[in-house]
């Protein structure tokens, strides 16, 4: 084992050091991997050096994530606290499933569920666990307001129409997990947005009653903290007040900027949060601990439990159902994602979480600053969001985002919203400086000097 870490310290500090002068790797075209790279896999075994030099090859021709040019996903960065956590979890490889296979991990676990719950403002009877991503947390919530609303569904299989409600702005994961919890893509209905991208309060309303009168059963309203888009945050408390009256299972999805709870400046995003029954969300974007780290807690633990529990006596052989997280997973076994996030946060404290988040809108502003003074851009998104789209004169962004992948400059996707396309640039990684976001502008100018010149014709519009 010795020998495979200094292998791999060896790998890292080259890495480390290339990234400096190349933040971004060279394209390499889908077509044309596996002629570039010795990907291949045979019969014989190979000797240790050419294991390592093709190691290196792979690695070093990988897309890189943690520089300041990367901007392209909802994640980015490479937390060094997290990062050893996370490198220790796979060193001691525990399954968080029983006590006995994990034991001081467990706690570990527990403690981070608990303080997220507390932060939540909830009491013991809340609780929570991990999955492999947001996509499934919310599935696990789904699954949760389908048996609360009827908990014969587990044993009989759906026989009642039920129907879900989101808005047209959130994830796709929500109509993905209607379909594996059988209540049917064709059953979630797209709540409008405001213009802002905040989903219409009444227009929810209207559509759950509309659906009740024509027999269907509304089993489960999704609120958006954070859209993939826009980054705008779906009003909780307004939502959650049609949730009581129609008696409908609320969940927040906060997979991207969840993250808010731990900001005493931005948690009113998520005001009356401890009124939603799930809450869902990804330390590894905001908080930017290494992939995946994704958490979902529940105001009543009873509902986990109902949903997830499973006898099973060749796993589950000793110690109390609360120690066993087994008993309210969807996985049987699992990573230990909670250590990464909890070595973090016992570095940093709870203000040093704080910090992170903050940071990220300081740098948002920086962004739109930058955007909103100089006239050849146009600016598409809003105040308090991490996500700044922007049109830069008038160029396809789609275009633009490709071009600049190809050709190594930065890494950031498009996006659209409603009738626009625009250049989504998301201020996610807390390791860059607001020298770091200037640079990403100077660095994209040049590259349309250089790359478009007379080609262009603009007449451009600022919107604000
Ligand atoms: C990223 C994201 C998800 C999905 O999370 P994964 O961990 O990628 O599965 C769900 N909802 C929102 C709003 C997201 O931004």
Redesign the pocket.
């Given at each position: 084992m010795e020998k495979a870490l200094a292998v791999f310290q060896s790998i890292a500090t080259e890495l480390l050091a290339d990234e400096k002068a190349n933040p971004v790797v060279d394209f390499i075209p889908a077509d044309q991997l596996f002629d570039r790279l010795d990907l291949s896999l045979i019969d014989q075994p190979i000797d240790d050096a050419t294991h390592l030099q093709k190691l290196k090859e792979l690695v070093m021709a990988t897309p890189r994530t943690a520089t300041n040019a990367f901007f392209n996903q909802?994640y980015g960065g490479r937390n060094e606290k997290a990062v050893l956590g996370e490198l220790l979890a796979v060193l001691l490889n525990n399954s968080m499933y029983t006590f006995k296979a994990a034991g001081a991990q467990v706690g570990v676990e527990k403690i981070v569920l608990r303080k997220v719950c507390e932060i939540i403002g909830w009491d013991e009877n809340a609780d929570g666990t991990f999955a492999?991503?947001?996509?499934?947390t919310?599935f696990m919530s789904m699954l949760m307001a389908r048996d609360a609303f009827n908990s014969k569904i587990r044993f009989e299989g759906v026989q009642q129409k039920m129907t879900v409600y989101t808005s047209i702005e959130?994830?796709y994961?929500i109509p993905k997990n209607a379909s594996f919890a059988g209540i049917g893509r064709n059953n979630v209905r797209y709540i409008p947005v405001n213009k802002v991208g905040e989903m219409n309060p009444s227009d929810l309303d209207k559509a759950i009653a509309q659906d009740i009168a024509d027999g269907f059963h509304p089993v489960m309203v999704n609120a958006?903290?954070?859209?993939?888009v826009l980054g705008a945050f779906d009003n909780v408390e307004e939502i959650s007040a049609v949730c009581k009256k129609h008696d409908v299972w609320m969940h927040v999805?906060?997979?991207?900027c969840g993250s808010v709870i731990f900001s005493e400046k931005y948690k009113h995003h998520l005001k009356g949060l401890e009124n939603v029954d799930s809450f869902s969300f990804?330390a590894?974007?905001m908080i930017g601990t290494p992939?995946?780290c994704?958490l979902i807690v529940v105001k009543d633990k009873k509902h986990l439990r109902d949903s997830f529990a499973n006898e099973a006596e060749y796993l589950f052989q000793t110690d109390e159902d609360d120690f066993n997280p087994g008993k309210t997973s969807l996985q049987c076994g699992r990573r230990n994602d909670a250590l990464k996030f909890w070595t973090l946060w016992k570095s940093v404290g709870t203000k040093g979480l704080e910090k992170i988040v903050d940071h990220q809108f300081d740098l948002a502003d920086t962004a739109r600053d930058y955007v909103r003074n100089h006239p050849d851009y146009q600016l598409y998104s809003f105040d308090d969001s991490i996500a700044v789209c922007f049109k830069y004169k008038n160029i396809p962004s789609q275009e633009l985002c490709t071009k600049l992948y190809e050709k190594a400059e930065l890494m950031v996707s498009f996006g659209s919203f409603q009738e626009d396309e625009f250049v989504r640039f998301v201020t996610i990684n807390a390791q860059n400086s607001h020298d770091d976001i200037l640079l990403f502008f100077k660095r994209l100018e040049e590259f349309v000097h250089f790359n478009y010149k007379v080609s262009v014709k603009y007449p451009f519009k600022l919107i604000q």
């Open positions: 909802l492999t991503g947001g996509s499934m919310n959130s994830h994961s958006t903290a954070g859209t993939t999805d906060g997979a991207y990804n590894h974007k992939l995946t994704s």
